[in-house]
């Protein structure tokens, strides 16, 4: 990862126009390729970026200042650098994902044991789907072939409809899993979560924790 504080204005110019004006920010530029812009303050939440794949590419000669990003759209982030204030690159290596408290541990693998829960005809292809970003809690199809995302939360909050949201647009790149849809799942669900759940096509689904692990197995009966 690279991290870049500079002084800077930003241009964006594609589906519509924005413009940053002249300030000190921070310029992250990930392994994965893509480019955000960070004031000091917004929590987590960039100013303006360039999701991947796109392409950097820096300036030279009269133009060393300017920092074009590109993505495979044709969108571009124009940075203008004024004055750099720190420039340092550091190798994070392979990050372990998030580690899941019990609650939702369990969620997971209850649901993907149980999961006709989210639908009669629902088949799982695996729990913890591997992508580039980290891993899908449970990846499956619907009744009709379909193939379905979910993310598993406890409380269920607007950085967890985001992080599907990522992922999604990831598995859509696969040929062999594409369209893929998500179902955002949780013991309890925000109504902001669900406003922007709803708004990007996904499915909402309360669980119901105690039923899951209370539902009987009946795989192996003797009477």
Sequence with gaps: MRLVIARCSVDYAGR???HLPSAPRLILVKADGSVSIHADDRA?????????PC????????????WTVVNKAGEKLIITMEEVLHDSSHELGTDPGLIKD????????LLA?????LGE????????????IGPVDILCRDASGATVAVEIKRRGEIDGVEQLTRYLELLNRDPH???????????????QAKVLATDRGMDCV???YDALRGIEDDKLRLF
Aim: charged fraction near 25%; charge should be negative.
């Design 121 to 132: 005809g629902y088949t799982l292809i695996r729990r913890e789907y591997m992508t580039a």
């Design 102 to 109: 019990g609650v939702e541990a369990h969620l997971q693998e």
């Design 177 to 191: 899993l594409a369209p893929v849809r998500g179902v955002f799942a949780a013991q309890e669900i925000k109504p």
């Design 44 to 52: 987590y939440k960039p100013l303006n970026w360039m999701s991947p």
């Design 55 to 66: 392409t950097l590419k820096e300036g030279s000669g009269d133009d060393a200042a300017v």
């Design 113 to 117: 044991d149980r999961i006709e829960t």
């Design 206 to 208: 309360v669980l119901d």
């Design 16 to 18: 519509l126009t924005a």
